[in-house]
């Protein structure tokens, strides 16, 4: 089975700091990973996926994320904060077999940007 | 563009009432999908149609049901609510076809509170 643990439901930064909220997982194939943001009273928005190619993911937004298979992550960084970062961050895993019902969401990170 | 759309964005239920929580997507999707998002929990998947005329359940799936009226349509029914019925349901859908890579989409939203 797979599973997916964020670490930290609300992480805090400074505007212009670095953004970092930790995901790690687990998968008995290789996984496909994305991360969703979730903006106040929206739907959730596809940041970035990782699909086995490019370790090293860019999304939108400034944010990327490094698939790590020895350390079974895919952490989510952005270099400097900007206000408009602050909302809900889910990570998600799949073992890429089907649709969405496939997916195993995390439980969310809130992100706080302080001015 | 409107992608994926649901009604209501909110709404009151008295324990014991009925109601449907409708969704509609313009992008020719092939899968559809209904979560519920409760706080430290994440999304749960309820119920998902992979193709139309075809309906499955999901993590969560008691208290509900669903219709694929069409491709477009893709309903949630709440026979008779109950206060853990309480949350944001989240409709969303997503090509559904070979290998998942592709994104999932998701409407706003419907806050329900069952009193």
């Known amino acids: 089975a797979q599973s997916v643990t964020q670490l930290g439901s609300h992480v805090s930064v400074s505007e212009g700091a670095l953004v970092l909220l930790r995901c790690n997982y687990s998968?008995?194939?290789?996984?496909?990973l994305f991360w969703y943001v979730q903006y106040p009273n929206q739907g959730l928005q596809l940041l970035l996926k990782?699909?086995?190619?490019?370790?090293l993911v860019k999304g939108i937004n400034g944010f990327e994320a490094e698939f790590k298979k020895s350390e079974t992550s895919f952490h989510l960084t952005k270099p400097s904060a900007h206000m408009s970062d602050a909302a809900e961050y889910f990570c998600?895993?799949?073992?890429?077999?089907?649709?969405?019902?496939?997916?195993?969401f995390g439980t969310g990170t809130k992100l706080q940007v302080i001015p | 563009n409107a992608g994926v759309t649901q009604t209501p964005k909110f709404q009151v239920l008295k324990t014991g009432q009925s109601m449907t929580l409708q969704c509609a997507q313009d992008?020719?999707?092939?899968?559809m999908y209904w979560y519920r998002q409760d706080p430290g929990m994440g999304l749960r998947l309820i119920y998902y149609?992979?193709?139309?005329?075809?309906?499955d359940k999901g993590e969560v799936p008691n208290g509900y049901n669903v219709s694929r009226l069409n491709k477009r349509e893709f309903s949630l029914r709440l026979e008779s609510a109950a206060p853990s019925q309480t949350s944001v349901y989240f409709c969303?859908?997503?090509?559904?076809?070979?290998?998942?890579?592709?994104?999932?989409?998701f409407g706003q939203g419907t806050r329900l509170t069952v009193v």
């Open positions: 992008m020719n999707h092939n899968s």
């Open positions: 149609s992979a193709s139309e005329g075809t309906t």
């Open positions: 998968s008995s194939v290789p996984p496909y």
């Open positions: 969303a859908s997503s090509t559904g076809q070979g290998r998942i890579g592709t994104e999932a989409f």
């Open positions: 998600a895993v799949s073992d890429g077999s089907g649709g969405y019902q496939k997916v195993t």
């Open positions: 990782y699909t086995s190619a490019a370790t």
